[in-house]
Each structure stands twice: as C-alpha cells, then as structure tokens.
C-alpha cells in the first residue's frame, strides 16, 4: 500500500503563495499519473491539477494560470506551486496518484488509488 503524506498547507493573506508537498513511499506513485485536488466545507472534492508520466499537465479552470504542479522523482515528492491565492481557494488540499506508467491527465475521483490525508490552506482577505 502506498502511503502519500502532504505537508505545506497554511494561513496566508490573499495575494500572497504557498507550496504544497505530496511524498510517497514509493517510486511507482510518483511516476505515475498524479493529482492534486481540494474540498471546502459543504462543497464536493474537485480536482485542481493533474500530472502524467510524461510530464504533460492539465489545471481546473479555477486555478490555471495561478498554480503550478510538479514532482521531484528523485525526491518522490509532488508539489502544487499556489500563487495569487484567493479566498475562494480556502480548502483541504489533497493529493492522489495511481501506479504505473500512465498518459492520462486525470482530474476525477475515481481515477486514482492512492490518497493522502490532507492539508488545510486558508486565505483571508
């Protein structure tokens, strides 16, 4: 079972960033399609930023041109670059990954395995 730990998450003012981080316990995860997604209180988990084997990346409307998405494999690690943040963005922020090769640029919830636990990002404005 892959473990999948996110860490980065915090309070911050609107305007200003944040990096998230996603490590995994293995190797396969990391090289496989990934993703980055988020849940505020009431609302539906909803996909944010996807990433594939091939380094191909897919972003929600929401967030494009304002996120960024990456992975160190090296490190096993998945980052989510978050700049401009805006209230709206005040959520739980998840990431996923499947396992093996993988090409698709995957944003739903039933595309991926394996999940963290979280971490809380919260704007204020």
């Known amino acids: 079972q892959v473990q999948m730990v996110e860490s980065g998450g915090g309070s911050v003012q609107a305007g200003k960033s944040l990096r998230l981080s996603c490590t995994a316990s293995?190797?396969?995860?990391?090289?496989?399609?990934m993703g980055w997604f988020r849940q505020a209180p009431g609302w539906e988990r909803e996909g944010v930023a996807a990433i594939n084997s091939a380094g191909a990346t897919r972003y929600s409307e929401a967030v494009k041109g304002r996120f960024t998405i990456s992975r160190d494999k090296a490190k096993n690690t998945l980052y989510l670059e978050m700049n401009n943040l805006q209230p709206g963005d005040t959520a739980m922020y998840f990431c996923a990954a499947r396992s093996g090769v993988c090409y698709g640029l995957y944003i739903g919830l039933g595309d991926y395995t394996y999940w963290g636990q979280g971490t809380q990002v919260t704007v204020s404005s």
């Open positions: 293995e190797s396969t995860a990391v090289t496989s399609c």
